[in-house]
């Protein structure tokens, strides 16, 4: 595409209200149909002005709509008579540039390595690109045996990225273990597929084993396959709980990740997850930050933290910062319930569906059955998600209103890292930690603490929408900014009271003055949803909905639930979930499909 076509997909974004915060150029940015005597325009450094005839005035535009930019580097092939910059590179190699000789790539060159980035990059740099994304093609070959240039490009790209005192970014290829120390990774050309898909989470959880923590997969798949909408949907819900969500495809004009390209359902639940990926920012930052700080991966392997068989067995699950697991669907949906499943591991303890609010007690193994629009995710009692209400489409600053998801039933702490996301003088001290503290089991409260350290890089005030899940309605509470008591706004539905705080300086404590009950899940709902969105006859949906309902306790529900004929296994796994959720012991029924 032209840079105008692309500026015009940017603001159809921006319409839809469809956030984004970094623009990736691939390749065809630079010249590729190059005389066959110059090679064959893998590697480029100048811009193809039929496609960007303003080069500078492009980028300055994405940087006005809040975009940071990387381009697609290619670099084997050196620097041929063809680029614009080539007679300066020739003549600070010593080549005459009359001779038209190419200026051979050599990363172990000093002398090249140097003119490589003051002369290739930083005037790229000064006109707007933001970071480079390394995508080798040379193999082991360099000036030195056994050196990788993929290695030392990791090396010196990242040195070279921070010299103006910014904080420093690549994405590369992989360049072996050992390399992660350095770039967002980018795991290669992935096959559109559903067994592609199914590889992700355990290959991205997996990795931390050896500290590569921050995987950048091609979401949505970039090659050859077919259109499935499902899958794009469920992929995309995929890279939304990943270390990075990179959107990417093939240059093939059916292969576009566009939400409005997929029918209804698909594109709804494509824009909801992207939403929701912006929203998380301060959660996913603060997360970062300990990945930084204390070398804990955003995603790890479920044994990390619950060290059991069944942590093992289920290979694709993981936990996703200190609060949430996800158990991705991966597979298409079935017929009859018209919902995706996963095998879903639940350690003990209590535990919230993060969409649905359902209650979960752990310490069981069951399918886990959802619609397009949502995905199995959970977190634990106690558990406490920070969230941005950003204006601004794209904009990833520390955020003026906020929504806090307060999941009851246990106490629990979240500290929230801010810096300016910008430099490197948070190893200066320049950061703030708020921290957040949920008190359930005694004289009930939520307390959002006055920031602590450089108070510099957060807002003078902030608003709250602090939601408290799970729990009966009461409207006997208190609010206070500091110790006098402030205005606010409540409301309350399904098992959720929202209380919203504005302009908010130092302390905010609210305060539940009676006490608080958790709210048990509306079971007699939950499957009736299940049974009404599927495709079973509606003479089918009476039975089966009546058999359940009119039984006396959960043993006989699920007696009469198994031993009913006129549905299939899917189905009465899905209702099962709903039946045992917040059970404590699984029975032998919960498990049939496994």
Not at 144 to 165: A, Q, T, V
Not at 488 to 494: G, I, V
Request: aromatic residues 14%; negative net charge; charged residues 25%.
């Amino acid at each position: 595409y032209t840079q105008e076509e692309y500026l015009d997909l940017i603001n159809r974004f921006e319409a839809e209200d469809i956030p984004f915060s970094v623009a990736v150029i691939d390749m065809d940015w630079h010249k590729v149909k190059i005389d066959p005597k110059y090679g064959s325009g893998w590697t480029g450094y100048s811009w193809e002005r039929k496609l960007f005839p303003d080069p500078a005035g492009f980028l300055k535009k994405l940087h006005e709509k809040g975009f940071y930019v990387t381009l697609n580097l290619h670099p084997a092939d050196g620097v041929s008579a063809h680029e614009d910059m080539y007679e300066e590179m020739a003549k600070a190699m010593g080549i005459d540039p009359a001779s038209k000789k190419r200026v051979e790539f050599d990363i172990a060159d000093p002398k090249f390595l140097d003119n490589y980035f003051k002369i290739l990059h930083h005037p790229m740099e000064d006109s707007g690109v933001d970071f480079w994304w390394i995508d080798w093609q040379q193999g082991s070959v360099s000036g030195i045996e056994g050196l990788d240039p993929l290695w030392m490009l990791n090396h010196f790209h990242y040195l070279d990225n921070k010299r103006s005192g910014k904080r420093p970014m690549i994405l590369s290829r992989y360049a072996g273990v050992g390399s992660h120390r350095y770039p967002v990774g980018f795991s290669g050309d992935t096959v559109i597929s559903w067994d592609s898909l199914d590889f992700q989470p355990y290959f991205t959880a997996n990795a931390s084993n050896v500290g590569y923590c921050w995987w950048s997969h091609d979401i949505g798949g970039h090659m050859m396959g077919g259109r499935d909408d499902e899958l794009s949907a469920r992929w995309l819900q995929l890279g939304v709980f990943s270390p990075i969500n990179r959107l990417h495809s093939t240059k093939n004009p059916f292969t576009g990740k566009e939400p409005w390209n997929y029918e209804k359902n698909a594109e709804l639940s494509m824009k909801k997850f992207l939403k929701l990926r912006h929203e998380l920012i301060p959660y996913l930052y603060s997360m970062n930050y300990r990945s930084y700080k204390f070398a804990e991966p955003l995603i790890k392997p479920m044994y990390y933290t619950h060290n059991t068989k069944e942590a093992f067995w289920h290979k694709n699950e993981y936990t996703f910062g200190t609060e949430m697991f996800v158990s991705p669907i991966t597979s298409p949906h079935d017929n009859d319930t018209m919902l995706g499943a996963s095998a879903t591991y639940f350690p003990d303890g209590m535990w919230y569906d993060f969409f649905t609010n359902d209650r979960y007690i752990g310490n069981k193994r069951i399918f886990t059955h959802r619609g397009l629009d949502n995905m199995p995710v959970f977190v634990k009692a106690g558990g406490i998600i920070p969230m941005s209400k950003s204006a601004s489409v794209n904009g990833t600053g520390n955020p003026e209103n906020m929504k806090i998801k307060v999941f009851m039933g246990a106490d629990g702490s979240f500290e929230m890292y801010e810096d300016d996301g910008i430099t490197t003088e948070y190893e200066n001290g320049k950061y703030a930690i708020t921290k957040m503290e949920l008190l359930y089991s005694q004289k009930p409260g939520f307390t959002v603490y006055a920031p602590k350290g450089d108070t510099s890089v957060v807002p003078d005030k902030r608003s709250y929408e602090i939601e408290f899940i799970g729990i009966e309605n009461t409207a006997d509470i208190g609010v206070f900014c500091g110790a006098e008591p402030c205005a606010f706004d409540s409301e309350y539905a399904d098992g959720v009271l929202t209380v919203d705080v504005k302009d908010v300086s130092g302390e905010l404590k609210v305060i539940f003055k009676s006490g608080v009950a958790l709210k048990p899940n509306d079971v007699e709902k939950r499957v009736f949803d299940i049974i009404n969105r599927s495709s079973i006859t509606n003479r089918k949906k009476v039975a089966a909905y009546n058999a359940v309902r009119r039984a006396e306790n959960i043993t006989d529900a699920l007696f009469d639930l198994y031993t009913f004929t006129g549905i299939g296994e899917s189905m009465k796994s899905a209702i099962a979930e709903a039946i045992t959720a917040e059970h404590k012991r699984e029975t032998k029924f919960v498990n049939t499909l496994e």
